[in-house]
């Protein structure tokens, strides 16, 4: 069964910095599109980072650049967040998901068919 599961998340305070980790298993990324997500409560769905397998080609949203970055370990079959200077509006849950779409520098919400983790949490304290 191919799975996603992600780790590395807690509690931080602003300024701090997390990395999370997405280990597949039961598939490998291959030149799939990976992406990070989060969703926090009462606000809305955010592509967060993605990366392209075939070309390591990245994608951020606007309000991580420079803050976030995202990495692949291919012989760990899994994919990185390296969080800094975190931020409490950054608080959410995360998760990854495989395959995304990215449409400009846009990453959009994995389908329903795209394979996603259980999420980790998140929370950065002022």
């Known amino acids: 069964e191919a799975q996603l599961m992600e780790s590395g998340g807690g509690l931080v305070q602003a300024g701090g910095s997390l990395r999370l980790s997405c280990a597949a298993s039961?598939?490998?990324?291959?030149?799939?599109?990976i992406g990070w997500f989060r969703q926090a409560p009462g606000k809305e769905h955010e592509g967060v980072a993605s990366?392209?397998?075939?070309?390591?080609?990245?994608h951020y949203l606007d309000s991580v650049k420079g803050r976030f970055t995202i990495s692949s370990e291919d012989a760990k079959n899994t994919v990185y967040l390296q969080m800094t200077n975190l931020k409490p509006e950054d608080t959410a849950v995360y998760y990854c998901?495989?395959?995304?779409?990215?449409?400009?520098?846009?990453?959009?919400?994995?389908?329903?068919?795209?394979?996603r983790g259980q999420g980790t949490q998140v929370t950065v304290s002022s």
């Open positions: 990366i392209s397998r075939g070309d390591g080609t990245t």
């Open positions: 039961g598939f490998t990324f291959d030149d799939y599109a």
């Open positions: 998901a495989a395959p995304i779409t990215v449409v400009g520098d846009i990453i959009w919400p994995p389908s329903d068919f795209a394979i």
